[in-house]
C-alpha cells in the first residue's frame, strides 16, 4: 500500500493531466520530466556551480557546501532518470537536504546521458570526476583522501558501479549510499509483477531506459552491478527501498549479495514508498525519514572513513 501522503501526490498529478510522453523518446522524455520540484530552496551555506574532470572534457557539477569556510567530509553525488533524463536542477532539492542534514559537502555531478552518450560514458565521466578529488580538496574545502558516493535510481547505479570499479584502490569511495537503485536489467521481478499504478516508474519506462544504455547488448558487471563477479572488498553500502517501485526486488537481492560477499551494509525497505520518494523531502514524512537514513549513513561512514 502506497503511504497516504505519496498516493496524494499521484492523485493530483492525475488530476493535473499529467501524461508520459509517446512514443517516448530522449527529448520528449526529457521535456516533461526534467521539471525541478517547485518550492522555495533549501537553505545551504554555499552553493556553487563548477566544473570537474570528465573521460572526455570537463563535466557540470554543483558544489553544496554547509559551512564554507570550514573543512568538511565530501559526498559524491550522481543524480537519477534513467542514465537518459535529471539534472542537476531536478535534484537540487535533494542534494541540499542532504548536505543540511549530514553536514558534509556534497558535489553533485552531471554526467553525460544516455543515448548520446551511452554506457559506460556516464561511468567513466564518474570515475575521472573522482579520480580528480584531490587535487580539487583545498578548493572545494572538503577533507582530502576520503570521499562517499550517493545515488538514487540509475545514479544509485553509478554508485555501485563505482564503487565495484575501485574496490581496493586508493581511489575507492569510504561508503555508498543507494537510494531505490537500478541494479539489473530483468523485468520479471515480482516486484516488476506486481508494480502499482502510478507509482511513478514502470516496465515499459524502464526497458526504454536500458535500450538507451546498452542497447541491445547483455548488460556486464558494471552496467548491472548484480552481476559482477565478486563484491568483495566493495565499499560498505545503506541500501533504502521502496516497497511500491520495481526495482524493489533486485536492490533487495543486492543488499543480500553484499552481505553475502562480507560487505557490512544497512537495509531499509519503506513499504509505503513509491520510486523517487526521497526527492518529496518537505512534502511526505516517509521521504523525510528516508533522506534523515541516507545522510546519517554519509555522516557515519564518513566519520568512520
Not at 569510504?174 to 536489467?185: M, S
Request: proline letters at 8%.
Amino acid at each position: 500500500m502506497i503511504d497516504p501522503i505519496l498516493q496524494h501526490v499521484i492523485d493530483q498529478m492525475a488530476e493535473s493531466g499529467f501524461a508520459l510522453p509517446e512514443p517516448m523518446t530522449a527529448e520528449s522524455m526529457r521535456a516533461v520530466l526534467d521539471m525541478p520540484i517547485q518550492g522555495e530552496p533549501i537553505p545551504v551555506g554555499e552553493v556553487r556551480d563548477v566544473t570537474v574532470a570528465g573521460a572526455d572534457g570537463t563535466i557540470a557539477a554543483r558544489l553544496y557546501h554547509p559551512a564554507p569556510g570550514e573543512e568538511r567530509p565530501l559526498a559524491v553525488m550522481m543524480h537519477g532518470g534513467g542514465w537518459v533524463i535529471g539534472t542537476l536542477d531536478t535534484h537540487d532539492g535533494l542534494a541540499r537536504v542532504l548536505a543540511r542534514e549530514s553536514g558534509c559537502a556534497i558535489l553533485s555531478l552531471a554526467y553525460r546521458l544516455a543515448p548520446e552518450h551511452p554506457y559506460p560514458a556516464p561511468l567513466n565521466d564518474c570515475l575521472a570526476a573522482v579520480r580528480e578529488l584531490p587535487s580539487r580538496a583545498k578548493e572545494f574545502g572538503v577533507r582530502a583522501g576520503s570521499y562517499a558516493v550517493v545515488g538514487d535510481s540509475a545514479g544509485g547505479n553509478l554508485a555501485a558501479a563505482l564503487s565495484i570499479a575501485l574496490a581496493g584502490s586508493a581511489d575507492a569511495p569510504v561508503c555508498q549510499v543507494l537510494l531505490y537503485p537500478v541494479i539489473d536489467r530483468d523485468f520479471e521481478t515480482a516486484s516488476y509483477r506486481n508494480a502499482p499504478e502510478g507509482g511513478f516508474l514502470n516496465t515499459d519506462m524502464m526497458r526504454f531506459f536500458w535500450q538507451q544504455y546498452v542497447g541491445d547488448a547483455e548488460p556486464d558487471g558494471l552496467a548491472a552491478p548484480i552481476r559482477t563477479k565478486s563484491l568483495s572488498g566493495v565499499a560498505p553500502a545503506t541500501i533504502i527501498l521502496a516497497g511500491n517501485d520495481p526495482l524493489h526486488d533486485e536492490g533487495f537481492a543486492y543488499a543480500v549479495a553484499l552481505r553475502e560477499a562480507g560487505v557490512p551494509t544497512n537495509l531499509h525497505d519503506f513499504a509505503g514508498g513509491i520510486h523517487g520518494f526521497a526527492s518529496m523531502a518537505g512534502v511526505a514524512p516517509i521521504a523525510d525519514q528516508a533522506v534523515g537514513l541516507a545522510a546519517a549513513a554519509l555522516r557515519q561512514g564518513l566519520a568512520a572513513g
